[in-house]
Every structure is written in structure tokens, then in C-alpha cells.
């Protein structure tokens, strides 16, 4: 049943003293709310407690045939109280409705705040659609049973009152009933563990349910694509099930609690009331007093049992809260020794003995050196594996190395305030990510302060805007989720042109490998040496009109530099690179099309074709 709900990496468990101190630290600034609310409670409390009180003075009184002044009176105090409870009752809610709101909101800003920060290494082990159940079921299970315990006060407050009357009128049968709490506190510890226990395993499962709907609503097409609708579904009602079969584990041990702790105040009054009855027999006890006896009981047993069942269902809410304060504590492996912001920065890079491993013992980098000098342009070029993305990867501080250096501008790069420097890097990945929205707010997004005409002229300084005139609402086409309703070669467009207006002092792009069509392609390279005309700028690159583009090129293998220089040097020279131009890029160039076309032209007349096979420049 509990299979694959084992404990995130980044979980911890924490008492329950450190979570109520922290927890408290969310309430400060409600501290005027909290003090009205604990005051309605008492107020509610005491209206509830003296009902029984002034039944018992009612039995009294006519008991001793007591006058109808004395009487009415007693009526109008029951009533006054009911009145009194109610609408301090009213006031309380309300106030709690409002504290508890602003608190767990708060506390999913907090979450959310901390899964933004969290570094690319931290999403590389845990899946996003459990982060996203931390932010949002857990925060709102909290919240709800949140709201629940506010009721707890009051009803401690009144067992204490009701007690107190009780013993002042019979101490022998009050100190018998508060006996019977006892097994009722054993039997409350007892669930407290089992509860803690469950809960934190039904949180993982609906964690599993929430991952499993993330990852399939954005794999949706590939499903379809490969017929596997079935089995995706088969998936969802496998986690779905566990988690069916583990929340109905943890509803049984919540649900098992009433029952026994009723058993036990069933007992308990039932014996209370059989030695009440025997007293007033013998005329120890008044009818009256027994009387209330038998009101306040009933009364003093119920918050007994709420306030130990609410113990139960409170490790619902701690085991949440665990989850969350979880998720705000995780450490990022990224750290950084100084948050110096550096302005004007002129783009020279420089690697210096680097050591870089995604898993340890791994390492993708070794002992890796490199410099790109100011306003120059490089391409990386090397098999899957060779460490590529890698290096970009570094340079956006994505994930920390583990030996060495990295100097932007002969600066430490682990010295500079992450936000700030990153503001100066512009990033364009391998497979482009739109947000839902128009082209223009896609564009905007890494300037968020650009105008419209600033946006405009951009836009239209590619082809003059001839990209447009296919978009039914130009800038303002609608571009769906994650860019659905553009095609890859627009989605790329924008991206590029979204850090054009940014106008970043390094630039990074990861070039996508799907072939466009060659309108699309001459606008993207276009877009691209307008970036390189005023970026130091590295290039993944797969197309060959950009590795062309580049001043330098670079090519790895197996996280080392084994050859560098300019196209025609490297081709000149036989090595790896001209390998590699012959395998993946020679048949973009014009050369090869034209060849392959006139092959194609021969076969018209019958004879068997035979494309040129690839030779070096």
C-alpha cells in the first residue's frame, strides 16, 4: 500500500514545540485579532458553562417551591446567555475566518516563494507536481483544521469552569470523574502517534495523485500520439487507488477515535450518576445538585472528547505543516558567498579548473579551463554528453561546481547577488517556453517596463514584420499554453526577440534541432546577429549558418576542449570538427541542396539515384 510514498530527500521532521513556536511567528501581526477572539471565547465559555448551573438553581428553586420572581429570573438569564453565546460566538468565527485566511496565505507565499527559489539540482530529484501539492493541499488541510482548533479554547476554558462548580458541590464524585479522564489521556496519546503516522502518508499520496496529473495534462499530446490514453489512465487509477485505500486507513483511525473515547465517558457517567443517585437516596446530595450533575456531565465529557480527538486531528495539520516548512527550508546547492550587484558588465568569461558533476562520482567537466573575451561570439559543437549545456548551465548559475572557478569580467561569479546578475544574462533554451498570453506579453517579459512601441519596433526590425502577417492578431495573437498555437520556428522568434529587448551584456542559446522552413530560419538567424552584434554570446549550435556565425568554435568531447578555432581552420584541419560537419551540417549547406537536387533531376529519367555522400571542404 505505502509503495513509492517514501519521504522526499529535502523532508525533515520537526517537534511539536518547534512547530507551534514557528507557527506562532505567523500570527504577530494579528495579535489584536487574537486577543479579541480569545476574549469571545471565554465569553462563549462562560455562557455555556453557567446554563447548567442556572438550571440547577431553576430545580432548586422549585425543589424548595421558590418564588416566580426568582424563577422568571432564571429565564431570563438562561436566555441572556444563549444571546450572549451566540453573538460572542458570530464575532469569534468571523475573526478566525479572517486570521486564518491571512495565514495560510502567508504561509502559501512563503512555500511558493521558496519553490521559486529552489535551484535546478532541487527539481532535477523531486517532481514538481509534489512540490505543488505542498503549496497547495497541505496549506489548505492546515487551514482547516486550523479553524477547527480555534474551538479548542473555549471548550478548555469550560471544562475548567464546569469543574470547578462540580467539585465545589461534590468533591468525592468530581474527583472520581476527572479519575476517568485518565484512560481517555492514555487512549489520546495512543491515536496522537497512529494519526501522525497516517497522515503524513495520505499527504504523500495525494502528493503522487497531484504529480501524476501534472505530468500527464503536459504530456498529453505525446500520449495521444502514441495511443496511450489507456495506460496513462491505468496509471491515475493505480496512485489514485493508493491513495483511496490510504486516506480510508487514515479515516478509520480518526473515525475510531469518537467511538472509543465515548465508550469511555459513557462509563465514566454512567458510574458518576449511578453514586450521584445513591447519595441523594441517602440524603447526602440534593436532587438539584445531582441535577446538575447529570447537565453538567454530559457537558463536561463532550469538549473532553473534542479536545482529544481534536489532538488526534491535529497531527492532520502538523504533518501538513511539516510538509511545508519542509519545502521553505530545503537548501539550494547553489550558494553564494556575496550578493555584490555589478552593473556594466563587459562579458569576459573565464573558467578556470572547473570540476562539474550532476551526480557524485559522474563528473561531466574535468579540471576545465576556457576564456571568451568581451563582445565575442562562440559555439560549442560535440556529441550528446560532451558537456555543452553543461557550461551554460554554470554561467546561468543554475547548479554549483565543484572545484575551481568561474570569473565574469575577472569577478568570482559565486560573489554576485543572483538576481541582479541574471538580470544581465539573456537565455534562450532548446525547446522555447512561452507563457499563456499575447506575443507582445511574451516579448515584454524579460523587460517588463518596454513599451509598446519599443515592442513594435523590435518586432518589426525581423524581415519587417513579415512573421506577423501569418498571426491572425499580429502582436497581440493569443500564443496558448506554453506557446501551443505558434509553431516551433515562431515559438524560437519570440524567445529571441523576447532577449533582444532585454538587451543583455551575455547571451546563451541553446539552438533547438528541428528543422523550420527556410522563411522562419532566415528571420531567426537574423534575430540571433542582431543579439550577437552587441553580446559576448554562446551558442549550442545545430544549424550551420550559426556555427558559421560564430568567432570562434569550439568543439568537446567528453567535457574537454579537444579542437578550436574558426570553421575554415578547423575544416583544414580534418579532426573531429570536420567529422562532425559531415555528419550533422553539411547536408544544410547550399552545396550539398544543390547537388542532391540535380541527383533528383537525373532520376526523372529513370536511372536509380544516388545522393552525394559527404566529403570535406
Not at 464546569?162 to 468530581?174: D, E, K, M, P, Q
Not at 445531582?290 to 457537558?299: F, H, K, N
Not at 575554415?568 to 550539398?592: C, I, P, W
Amino acid at each position: 500500500m505505502f509503495a513509492g510514498l517514501d519521504q522526499d530527500r529535502y523532508d525533515r521532521q520537526y517537534t511539536d514545540f518547534y512547530l507551534f513556536k514557528r507557527l506562532a511567528t505567523y500570527f504577530r501581526k494579528f495579535v489584536k485579532q487574537v486577543i479579541v477572539i480569545s476574549v469571545m471565547g471565554v465569553i462563549v465559555s462562560l455562557a455555556l458553562a453557567v446554563v447548567p448551573i442556572l438550571i440547577a438553581f431553576g430545580v432548586d428553586e422549585l425543589e424548595n417551591e421558590g418564588s416566580t420572581n426568582i424563577l422568571l429570573l432564571i429565564v431570563g438569564a438562561l436566555f441572556l446567555s444563549v444571546v450572549i453565546e451566540y453573538v460572542a460566538n458570530w464575532v469569534r468565527r468571523r475573526l478566525v475566518g479572517r486570521v486564518v485566511g491571512s495565514v495560510v496565505m502567508q504561509m502559501r507565499k512563503d512555500a511558493f516563494a521558496a519553490a521559486v527559489d529552489r535551484d535546478m539540482a532541487f527539481y532535477d530529484e523531486n517532481k514538481t507536481g509534489k512540490v505543488l501539492s505542498r503549496i497547495t493541499n497541505d496549506t489548505e488541510e492546515f487551514g482547516q483544521v486550523l479553524i477547527i482548533s480555534t474551538d479548542l479554547l473555549s471548550e478548555v476554558i469550560q471544562v475548567a469552569i464546569l469543574l470547578g462548580v462540580l467539585f465545589s458541590r461534590n468533591a468525592l464524585l468530581t474527583v472520581i470523574l476527572f479519575i476517568f479522564t485518565l484512560p481517555m489521556i492514555a487512549a489520546t496519546y495512543v491515536f496522537r502517534r497512529l494519526a501522525r503516522k497516517i497522515t503524513r502518508q495520505g499527504s504523500r499520496a495525494m502528493a503522487q495523485v497531484n504529480d501524476n496529473i501534472q505530468e500527464t495534462v503536459t504530456g498529453i499530446s505525446i500520449a495521444k500520439n502514441f495511443r496511450q490514453e489507456a495506460m496513462i489512465y491505468e496509471d491515475f487509477v493505480r496512485v489514485n487507488t493508493q491513495s483511496y485505500r490510504i486516506n480510508l486507513q487514515r479515516g478509520m483511525v480518526l473515525s475510531a477515535v469518537f467511538p472509543v473515547l465515548n465508550a469511555l465517558a459513557g462509563f465514566a457517567t454512567s458510574s458518576v450518576l449511578y453514586g450521584g443517585a445513591l447519595a441523594v437516596t441517602d440524603g447526602i446530595m440534593s436532587v438539584s445538585i445531582w441535577y446538575l450533575y447529570i447537565q453538567s456531565v454530559d457537558r463536561f465529557w463532550f469538549p473532553v472528547i473534542n479536545i482529544s480527538t481534536y489532538w488526534s486531528q491535529f497531527q492532520q495539520a502538523m504533518s501538513a505543516l511539516e510538509r511545508i516548512f519542509a519545502l521553505i527550508d530545503a537548501e539550494n546547492t547553489v550558494v553564494q558567498t556575496d550578493s555584490r550587484k555589478i552593473s556594466d558588465i563587459k562579458g569576459r568569461i573565464s573558467f578556470k579548473e572547473v570540476t562539474f558533476e550532476y551526480k557524485s562520482g559522474q563528473p561531466v567537466l574535468r579540471h576545465f579551463n576556457l576564456n571568451i573575451e568581451p563582445g565575442e561570439s562562440v559555439a560549442f559543437v560535440g556529441h550528446t554528453g560532451a558537456g555543452k549545456s553543461s557550461i551554460t548551465k554554470l554561467i546561468l548559475r543554475l547548479y554549483e561546481f565543484q572545484q575551481g572557478q568561474i570569473c565574469i569580467d575577472d569577478q568570482d561569479i559565486r560573489t554576485f547577488d543572483l538576481q541582479h546578475y541574471r538580470s544581465q544574462l539573456g537565455f534562450v533554451p532548446q525547446t522555447p517556453f512561452l507563457f499563456s498570453g499575447t506575443i507582445a506579453d511574451n516579448i515584454r517579459y524579460g523587460k517588463p517596463d518596454a513599451s509598446a512601441a519599443e515592442i513594435e519596433k523590435i518586432a518589426y526590425s525581423i524581415g519587417s514584420g513579415e512573421w506577423l502577417e501569418t498571426l491572425p492578431d499580429g502582436l497581440q495573437s493569443d500564443v496558448g499554453e506554453r506557446g501551443s498555437r505558434l509553431s516551433l520556428g515562431q515559438r524560437q522568434l519570440v524567445s529571441l526577440l523576447r532577449v533582444l529587448v532585454q538587451k543583455p551584456a551575455i547571451f546563451i542559446l541553446d539552438e533547438a534541432t528541428a528543422s523550420v522552413d527556410n522563411f522562419t530560419e532566415t528571420q531567426i538567424q537574423e534575430a540571433i546577429e542582431m543579439i550577437l552584434a552587441q553580446s559576448t554570446s554562446i551558442l549550442i549550435a545545430h544549424r550551420l549558418s550559426t556555427v558559421r556565425s560564430a568567432d570562434r568554435i569550439i568543439v568537446l568531447r567528453e567535457g574537454s576542449i579537444i579542437e578550436e578555432g574558426s570553421h575554415d581552420v578547423l575544416m583544414t584541419q580534418g579532426g573531429h570538427y570536420a567529422e562532425l560537419y559531415n555528419t550533422y551540417f553539411r547536408h544544410q549547406s547550399l552545396e550539398y541542396v544543390e547537388n542532391a537536387r540535380a541527383m533528383l533531376m537525373q532520376g526523372e529519367n529513370g536511372r536509380k539515384i544516388h545522393l552525394p555522400s559527404p566529403k570535406p571542404n
